[in-house]
């Protein structure tokens, strides 16, 4: 049972870019997080979606962030004309549904901006 | 707002010996999930242990157990017989049962094992 799978794991990407990263859950997960981790930091919420469906984006920046969880197809996290300060490591999770399953993580997409 | 804390930046320890690491949450509800993160240098955030709240219990996985102390809202990790490829970032994370679901992450402690 493959775990989660996040392409690319490295993108470099000059500043007013677009990055785009990409994140299949695991086989039977319908539910999926994305974090960011800056340097130095633990991980911090950005969004929750199922599919077809944002259902908590309380920790995405307000502009140039989207994401989306297709009914087909992995979710994808957009960043909009990118700044350093985007330069991160983004780990996207999975779980099954229902209430106080265990989320497990992708090995992360390292972007960096110059 | 939950928040989770560690006071602990760093801790060493050497090989076959026992060390715990700190954390401390804040949090209203009754019903949550408590979890330790282990992230090595390959920064694959991989789960070590976890910790239903309404378990009285505390929660054992081999070499990893924890303190868990509902009522000072605490939940330590203890690493028994420590190894070399123990040596990692630890994260403590709250997660509260219902709703979004999300993960809330301390700051992580690093973890060296000295040989």
């Known amino acids: 049972n493959a775990g989660v799978m996040q392409n690319p794991r490295h993108l470099v990407r000059r500043r007013g870019q677009e990055a785009r990263l990409r994140c299949s859950p695991m086989?039977?997960?319908?539910?999926v997080y994305w974090y960011r981790q800056l340097p130095e930091e633990g991980l911090k919420f950005m969004v929750y979606?199922?599919?077809?469906?944002?259902?908590?984006e309380s920790g995405m920046p307000k502009e140039r962030f989207s994401a989306e969880f297709p009914k087909e197809g992995p979710s994808i996290l957009r960043i909009q004309q990118v700044v350093r300060g985007d330069s991160a490591a983004y780990f996207c999770?999975?779980?099954?549904?229902?209430?106080?399953?265990?989320?497990?993580f992708g090995e992360g997409s390292w972007l960096t901006v110059v | 707002a939950q928040t989770v804390t560690q006071s602990q930046p760093e801790m060493s320890v050497q090989e076959a010996e026992t060390v715990t690491l700190s954390c401390t949450y804040d949090t209203s509800e009754s019903d949550y999930y408590l979890f330790w993160y282990k992230q090595p240098p390959s920064r694959q955030m991989i789960l070590v242990i976890r910790q239903e709240a309404y378990k009285q219990q505390n929660a054992t996985e081999n070499r990893f157990s924890v303190n868990f102390q509902k009522a000072a809202k605490s939940f330590s990790l203890k690493i028994s017989d420590s190894q070399l490829g123990d040596a990692a970032m630890y994260f403590c994370?709250?997660?509260?049962?219902?709703?979004?679901?999300?993960?809330?992450f301390g700051k992580g402690t690093k973890l060296t094992v000295n040989p």
């Open positions: 999770a999975s779980s099954p549904v229902g209430s106080g399953n265990t989320i497990y």
């Open positions: 086989k039977g997960h319908s539910h």
């Open positions: 994370a709250y997660r509260v049962q219902g709703g979004s679901e999300k993960l809330v």
């Open positions: 979606l199922q599919k077809e469906n944002i259902i908590d």
